[in-house]
C-alpha cells in the first residue's frame, strides 16, 4: 500500500533559523505532491505543488521544496522561519494508477512546527 | 464568495445515534472528500466522490455512508457501527479528479459522549 511518511513529528526552532521538514512517500509510479499548512484556528491550506516540470518549487510564504525521485522525497524548506510560521504542515501525494486518477491523497502524519520568536 | 461551508462547528452526540455532518462547495467542482483527522495519524480518507450520483469508499469507510444527490452537496453519516467516532472531519473539493488540488473547509470537531 502507498504510505507518505514525515520524520519529524514536532520541531521546535527560535525565529530565523532555517527549517527543513522531510517527507517520503512509497510509490514507483507517477506522482503529484504537495503541502499543506494548517495554521491555529485555520482551513488547511495549500503551501505548494509539484505536479511535473522543475523539481524546486516554489510558495507561498517563501516556502519552497524539492521533488527528488531517486529518493522519493519531497522535503520543505525555507532559509528563516517567523513566529507566524508556527503550525501544523502536511505532505500529501497523489499516486496516478493507469490511465485514471481518482484524485486521492494520502497524507503523512503531520508536523507541528512552534516557532519562538 | 466561493468555497467550502461545513456544519456545525462543534457536535456532541451520544453514544449509539447516528450523526450527519454537512459539507457544502460553490466552487462548481466536480470531486468531493471526506477525511478524518486524528492527532499524530494525519488525514485519511473515508469517502470520495468524482462526480455526481456516484461515490467509492476511501481507506477508513467503515461506520461511514455518504451520498451526492447534488454536486455542491457531500453529506457524511456517522453510524452507531463506527467504533471510535470522536474525531475532527474535514470535507475537500477539487475542479476534477484528475486536478487533484484540494480545497478544504473549517472542519467539524465530533465528540461522542
Known amino acids: 500500500a502507498q504510505s507518505v511518511s514525515q520524520h519529524n513529528h514536532h520541531v521546535i526552532l527560535s525565529e530565523a533559523a532555517s527549517l527543513e521538514l522531510g517527507c517520503n512517500y512509497s510509490y514507483g509510479g507517477t506522482v503529484n505532491l504537495f503541502w499543506y499548512v494548517q495554521y491555529p484556528g485555520q482551513h488547511l491550506q495549500l503551501l505548494l505543488k509539484y505536479f511535473s516540470g522543475d523539481p524546486l518549487v516554489k510558495g507561498i510564504k517563501g516556502f519552497e521544496a524539492e521533488f527528488i525521485k531517486s529518493k522519493f522525497s519531497f522535503n520543505l524548506r525555507k532559509p528563516s522561519v517567523q513566529w507566524s510560521d508556527t503550525a501544523e504542515y502536511f505532505c500529501a501525494v497523489n499516486a496516478r494508477e493507469g490511465s485514471s486518477n481518482t484524485g486521492k491523497l494520502i497524507f503523512g502524519q503531520g508536523t507541528t512546527l512552534q516557532v519562538k520568536p | 464568495d466561493g468555497g467550502i461551508t461545513q456544519s456545525p462547528k462543534y457536535l456532541f452526540r451520544k453514544e449509539g445515534q447516528n450523526v450527519t455532518l454537512s459539507c457544502e462547495q460553490n466552487l462548481n467542482h466536480d470531486a468531493m472528500y471526506w477525511y478524518r483527522q486524528d492527532p499524530g495519524q494525519g488525514l485519511r480518507l473515508i469517502y470520495y466522490?468524482?462526480?455526481?450520483?456516484?461515490?467509492q469508499k476511501g481507506d477508513i469507510a467503515e461506520g461511514y455512508s455518504v451520498s451526492r444527490e447534488k454536486k455542491e452537496s457531500f453529506p457524511l453519516t456517522v453510524t452507531s457501527a463506527q467504533k471510535n467516532p470522536t474525531a475532527f472531519y474535514l470535507c475537500a473539493s477539487s475542479i476534477s479528479p484528475s486536478y487533484n488540488e484540494q480545497f478544504f473547509g473549517p472542519g467539524t470537531r465530533l465528540t461522542v459522549l
Open positions: 466522490s468524482q462526480i455526481v450520483n456516484d461515490f
